[in-house]
């Protein structure tokens, strides 16, 4: 009994001295309240263009916050859209760095991701998240920087040939000439012509000059490469094919709008019709929309149509938010339309 007694005696101290041991070496760490960030910039102006796309735009700093403790800390970039509660943010991961360089493209990728309008001064909201923990973090202060983003003109490399005319002052060397694509790199062209009132006549050439193969009309549906001017006899939309081989061509006309309840109605009253972009040889329209179903159709017809996700004969598109809108249909290679809607 005596010996049971004492081992009872010798555990009791060994688990109190382990405690002692314990309180000893545990460190209380306490976040200090005081923890703060300060955001600066190295411009707060900015004007961006697309010929200097790969130029450094600004670099955005910040400062480490004190937590009191060696703490690891995860900085985000939060970028708000017009509103300085926040309430809708594109939040961007930093890591550990405290500053984040943007090229020209890298920033008009950011804002135009963040819903700002292209082509106009936006004061755009930021500020950065500093956190160690999901409930230990601080915002920094919020810096206003004033940007003007770009819209990105769409590059198409495919095989072209040219039309000059009369409606653009018979010069194949124009920007804003419109062309025919081979999407397949072989004989076979596509694309679109705006024909207005008194400019019927134009040609293709295989240059952007009067230097090479040059195709005017061999007699109805033909060319020729000794032929006058090819002709479309009334105003409107077309879409041009040419066969350089088989030296045939045609044109059907397509004026294009945009219809359903998103903008009105489903019936061909409803339908705004496009407005034809001569400077980017598209079709555009400021439009007030509300939430709502949206198709795009040719010739007040449904023979031809453009869906969701810019598919001929797909589904509506879906608007969400209300709003002014500003409407792009590209169609300048026929067979790869491209639909933008920004809003406004």
């Not at 292209?118 to 230990?136: C, G, P």
């Not at 495919?158 to 804003?176: C, F």
């Not at 397949?184 to 679109?192: A, D, F, H, P, R």
């Not at 240059?207 to 090819?230: C, E, I, R």
Request: charged content about 20%; some cysteine; hydrophobic content about 40%.
């Amino acid at each position: 009994m005596k010996i049971r007694l004492n081992f009872l005696y010798i555990l009791a101290a060994v688990l109190m001295l382990s405690v002692a041991s314990c309180k000893k070496d545990q460190t209380m760490v306490i976040a200090s309240s005081d923890a703060a960030t300060e955001l600066t910039a190295s411009a707060q102006t900015l004007v961006l263009n697309e010929e200097n796309a790969a130029d450094q735009a600004v670099t955005l700093s910040w400062s480490k916050p004190d937590f009191g403790y060696a703490a690891a800390i995860d900085y985000y970039l939060q970028v708000s859209f017009k509103d300085s509660a926040f309430s809708k943010i594109s939040s961007i991961g930093i890591g550990t760095a405290t500053s984040i360089s943007y090229t020209v493209e890298d920033l008009n990728t950011l804002l135009l991701g963040a819903k700002y309008p292209s082509d106009e001064a936006n004061d755009v909201q930021i500020r950065v998240l500093a956190q160690v923990a999901d409930s230990l973090f601080v915002y920094s202060n919020v810096l206003t920087v004033n940007v003007t983003p770009y819209l990105a003109k769409r590059v198409i490399t495919y095989p072209n040939l040219y039309m000059p005319g009369d409606y653009q002052g018979w010069d194949p060397t124009s920007e804003t000439i419109a062309k025919l694509y081979s999407i397949n790199s072989n004989t076979s062209y596509k694309g679109y012509i705006n024909v207005e009132a008194d400019t019927n006549y134009f040609k293709i050439t295989a240059a952007p000059n009067w230097d090479g193969t040059n195709y005017g009309t061999g007699g109805k549906g033909l060319l020729s490469t000794t032929g006058d001017n090819l002709m479309i006899d009334t105003a409107g939309y077309y879409l041009v094919t040419a066969d350089t081989k088989a030296l045939s061509w045609s044109y059907t006309r397509e004026n294009w709008g945009m219809i359903g309840d998103a903008i009105g109605g489903w019936d061909d009253a409803d339908e705004v019709m496009f407005d034809f972009d001569k400077e980017n040889q598209v079709l555009t329209k400021t439009v007030n929309l509300v939430a709502g179903g949206l198709k795009f159709r040719a010739n007040h017809d449904w023979t031809l149509n453009l869906g969701a996700g810019a598919k001929y004969g797909g589904d509506n598109y879906t608007i969400t938010t209300a709003g002014t809108y500003l409407i792009t249909l590209d169609l300048r290679v026929p067979d790869e339309p491209v639909v933008t809607m920004t809003l406004q």
